[in-house]
């Protein structure tokens, strides 16, 4: 049945209000990035709407994220891709600026989201059809290890004809049975594989990388003949390479790579960190022809261009680019005219406070201390941060990050495993507490002397 690609992936229709509050779950404060960005998905789908000629007239609004290190720019933009299940790259700009690298490889960028987008929509269709692949793949072994015994009877009534029964279809239940409960992994089997994606998929498991999926498939399943090997292996390992190839069998390739190019082009978000460190500042000091070589290569792709990846041609028009930088040393107007064009949304991101660490320490769905909680679990320890703690720790985070250096949110990485270390080292052989309450107490003791030997808290915290 020929469908149209674009019918086959819509883009979610997330209203900006529904966006901020999936991203409210995450990402503490900072809500006009939040804005910003709910905005510029809202208007993919808007835009989706929008009948044709029209449509194509319509580009998106990049936007650069301004902010200090570690306030969340970074991670806005990642939630925001996976809940519009939209492919996702992150590249630093300041990579880009090494010779050799200037020109041709800025292209590469869409070359890579087209890889991941492709990666993205195998791997849905392969799980689609991964339940059916097993079973066909256990099939397949058990015909192996019991063939079936097949007798031919008489018809019971006239319009039956003759018909075929398996004799052996109990004893075949029997063994059925014991595959699908992993009884008989350790068994050994031989059979016929096909011989080159075998060996690849020894390295790169069932479902190896795309590249290789397809090269294999076109080297080896349509020029050559199907070249096939007899290999001895354990039926653990032999379903794994059966199900894959029953995988691929189920799956149309062709069919991926066309959703997958029309989802790069239409829903990629490309991550440009560091714009700032390529900006600016090449007049006063002398001509810097890297740092705005950069920025001209990248404007054919930010502006739309189509670029030639393994897959065919991809369009980098609709791409969402969303680029950040703290801007220190340079403002966004450092940027070549052409460019600031082509990012025409600016969005300031706050430091964070205090009492946003309190908040992004508990209130997130993978809060810090959450996780660490759900850590100590596993070895049946309940941990619980008490109020005074929780104040305390973004305390000396504040202060830490005052002194020191302002790392913003990740400050509280290092304070943390700094905090539990004794607890994480010492459960469960040498503590034996099943709960163990963190108080204000404990995370002075811990730190407080830490925190005031700066010299020790740039190492330590
Ligand atoms: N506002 C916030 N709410 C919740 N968590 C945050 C917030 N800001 C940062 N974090 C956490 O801090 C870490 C670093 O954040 P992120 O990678 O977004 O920083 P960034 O702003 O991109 O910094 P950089 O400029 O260094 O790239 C992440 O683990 C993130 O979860
Ligand atoms: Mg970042």
């Given at each position: 049945m020929p469908k149209k690609i674009e019918n086959e992936f819509q883009i979610k229709s997330l209203t900006p209000t529904q966006i901020v509050q999936e991203l409210n779950k995450h990402i503490i404060g900072q809500d006009a990035a939040k804005r910003a960005v709910s905005i510029a998905l809202r208007n993919r789908w808007r835009r989706q709407q929008v009948q044709h000629g029209l449509r194509e007239e319509i580009l998106p609004n990049n936007i650069i994220l301004i902010g200090p290190t570690g306030v969340g720019k970074t991670e806005i933009a990642r939630r925001l891709a996976k809940l519009a299940n939209a492919p996702f790259l992150k590249v630093e700009a300041s990579k880009y600026t090494e010779v050799g690298y200037v020109g041709r490889d800025v292209e590469s960028m869409v070359r890579e989201i087209t890889d991941i987008s492709v990666n993205m929509v195998k791997s849905e269709k392969m799980e689609l059809v991964q339940a059916k692949a097993i079973n066909l793949a256990d099939e397949k072994i058990l015909d192996m290890l019991i063939p079936p015994i097949k007798k031919s009877v008489k018809?019971?009534?006239?319009?039956?004809?003759?018909?075929?029964v398996e004799t052996n279809e109990s004893t075949r239940e029997k063994f059925r049975v014991k595959l699908k409960n992993s009884e008989l992994d350790e068994k050994m089997i031989e059979f016929d594989v096909t011989a080159e994606p075998t060996a690849m998929m020894q390295v790169f498991g069932p479902f190896g990388p795309d590249d290789l999926g397809i090269n294999v498939q076109e080297l080896f399943g349509n020029v050559l003949p199907k070249k096939k090997k007899k290999r001895k292996m354990p039926i653990k390992e032999a379903r794994n390479i059966i199900t894959h190839e029953e995988s691929q069998k189920l799956i149309d390739m062709d069919g991926i790579i066309k959703e997958a190019i029309y989802r790069a082009e239409n829903s990629g978000i490309i991550f440009i960190d560091e714009i700032d460190k390529i900006a600016g500042e090449s007049s006063k000091h002398g001509p810097d022809v890297s740092r705005e070589g950069?920025?001209?290569d990248l404007l054919p792709i930010v502006e739309g261009s189509t670029v030639n990846t393994k897959y065919g041609p991809v369009r980098s028009d609709h791409i969402l680019f969303i680029a950040s930088g703290a801007f220190h040393s340079s403002k966004p107007s450092d940027l070549i005219p052409e460019l600031q064009g082509r990012f025409p949304?600016?969005?300031?991101?706050?430091?964070?406070?205090?009492?946003?660490?309190?908040?992004?320490?508990?209130?997130?769905e993978n809060a810090l201390l959450k996780q660490y909680a759900a850590l100590l679990k596993s070895d049946n320890v309940e941990v619980e941060f008490d109020e005074t703690s929780i104040?305390?720790?973004?305390?000396?985070?504040?202060?830490?990050?005052e002194?020191?250096?302002?790392?913003?949110?990740?400050?509280?990485?290092?304070?943390l495993t700094t905090l539990l270390e004794d607890i994480l080292f010492g459960v469960p052989d040498?503590?034996?507490e099943k709960k163990i309450?963190?108080?204000?107490?404990?995370?002075?003791?811990?730190?407080?002397?830490?925190v005031k030997n700066r010299d020790l808290s740039k190492y330590i915290l």
């Open positions: 018809p019971d009534s006239v319009e039956n004809g003759e018909q075929l950069v920025q001209r949304i600016r969005v300031e991101l706050q430091s964070l406070t205090e009492d946003d660490f309190i908040k992004i320490l508990t209130l997130p104040k305390e720790i973004a305390k000396v985070a504040t202060e830490v990050n002194q020191v250096e302002n790392i913003g949110a990740r400050r509280l990485h290092t304070i040498q503590i034996k309450v963190i108080n204000k107490k404990l995370v002075e003791d811990k730190l407080t002397s830490i």
